[in-house]
């Protein structure tokens, strides 16, 4: 499997918004969950949002009501809309495939395989 590439990164005023776009392949993309995780300096990686297969979606409490993840089979890419963002949020935020096709969603990291590289995301208070 070729790694996602994460993109739609940037610096930003806290409150604003930004989309991220995780473009992925494989013909099997639409058989596979797919997560956001984020990862700020000196702190573990955790779990933002994910998608199933079928287009269920789960949040971190931190960013319920504010994120909003989706894809787009067709194109073979996930979005994550970050609404009202708050300088906590600054992260390198990464994408990547769950491991067993049409399966539920999972805030754990060991449950992905093939990461992306991860795109930056700063929020300026």
């Known amino acids: 499997q070729v790694q996602p590439v994460e993109s739609g990164g940037g610096l930003v005023q806290a409150g604003n918004s930004l989309r991220l776009s995780c473009a992925a392949s494989?013909?099997?993309?639409?058989?596979?969950?797919m997560g956001w995780f984020r990862q700020a300096p000196r702190k573990e990686r955790e779990f933002v949002a994910a998608?199933?297969?079928?287009?269920?979606?789960d949040y971190a409490d931190s960013v319920k009501g504010r994120f909003t993840i989706s894809r787009d089979n067709a194109k073979n890419t996930v979005y994550l809309q970050m609404n009202s963002l708050k300088p906590e949020d600054t992260a390198v935020y990464y994408c990547?495939?769950?491991?067993?096709?049409?399966?539920?969603?999972?805030?754990?990291?060991?449950?992905?395989?093939?990461w992306g590289q991860g795109t930056q995301v700063t929020v300026a208070s």
């Open positions: 990547a495939r769950r491991s067993t096709s049409y399966s539920g969603n999972s805030a754990m990291p060991r449950d992905y395989v093939t």
């Open positions: 494989g013909l099997t993309f639409s058989s596979y969950g």
């Open positions: 998608i199933t297969w079928s287009g269920y979606t």
